[in-house]
């Protein structure tokens, strides 16, 4: 298995509060992504990472920003979470010309 | 942006049969992959193909390119119990990194 860490696993967070989710991989790839998957959507790509400090937005990026002070660490964070950010998210990574390696998800409820 | 579209979108065969899952992409595919999410649980990559024509194997499950017609297949011989599962084809952008899925294809395998 790809070491590919995601924390929180499960959260219970309220409406208009914060949340920070955690992707860590000791991999030393350089791609890395965080995508959101819901019924009837599949997975959406929010943000993505191709080195530490280079990150760009995805196809739902709209209430999310990313971080990524170092290769092994990427952070999806909700600046004030809504009921419509309710999701599993999963993050992912990847070298080049390379499959991209999967975490275990995180689901997060807002309510 | 490209859009891949998975038929069908569900499935339930009885144990031992045969199936079909097709990915089709709005645009010219640069390579393709598949992957299968079990319920609850992150995805597992199964194989990438990357040229036109290319038909790649793993134990029973083949997966085929036909880049003229923007299309991947996924044929799975002899279903069993085990193969039960979401599954999922991806893309990679222009970019050559970022990957974009397809809806997903629910398989139901009744013993």
């Known amino acids: 298995d790809a070491g590919i860490t995601q924390s929180p696993r499960h959260k219970v967070t309220e409406t208009g509060t914060p949340v920070t989710l955690r992707c860590h991989q000791t991999e030393n790839h350089r791609y890395m992504y965080w995508y959101r998957q819901d019924p009837g959507h599949g997975l959406r790509l929010i943000h993505y990472?191709?080195?530490?400090?280079?990150?760009d937005k995805g196809e739902v990026s709209d209430g999310y920003s990313v971080s990524r002070s170092k290769t092994e660490d990427f952070l999806l964070t909700l600046e004030s979470a809504t009921s419509s950010q309710t999701s599993v998210y999963f993050c992912?990574?990847?070298?080049?010309?390379?499959?991209?390696?999967f975490g275990q998800g995180t689901r997060l409820t807002v309510v | 942006s490209q859009e891949l579209e998975q038929s069908p979108q569900s499935l339930i065969v009885q144990e031992g049969k045969n199936l079909t899952i097709n990915c089709t992409s709005s645009k010219t595919l640069y390579g393709l992959y598949w992957y299968k999410q079990k319920y609850g649980e992150g995805l597992i990559f199964l194989m990438m193909l990357q040229k036109g024509g290319e038909e790649k194997s793993h134990e029973k499950i083949t997966a085929k390119l036909d880049e003229k017609k923007q299309q991947s297949s996924l044929h799975i011989t002899a279903s069993q119990p085990s193969h039960a599962g979401i599954y999922l084809c991806?893309?990679?952008?222009?970019?050559?990194?970022?990957?974009?899925f397809g809806g997903g294809t629910r398989l139901m395998v009744k013993p």
């Open positions: 992912a990574t990847q070298t080049q010309g390379t499959e991209a390696f």
């Open positions: 990472s191709y080195g530490v400090k280079d990150t």
């Open positions: 991806g893309a990679p952008g222009n970019a050559g990194n970022m990957l974009t």
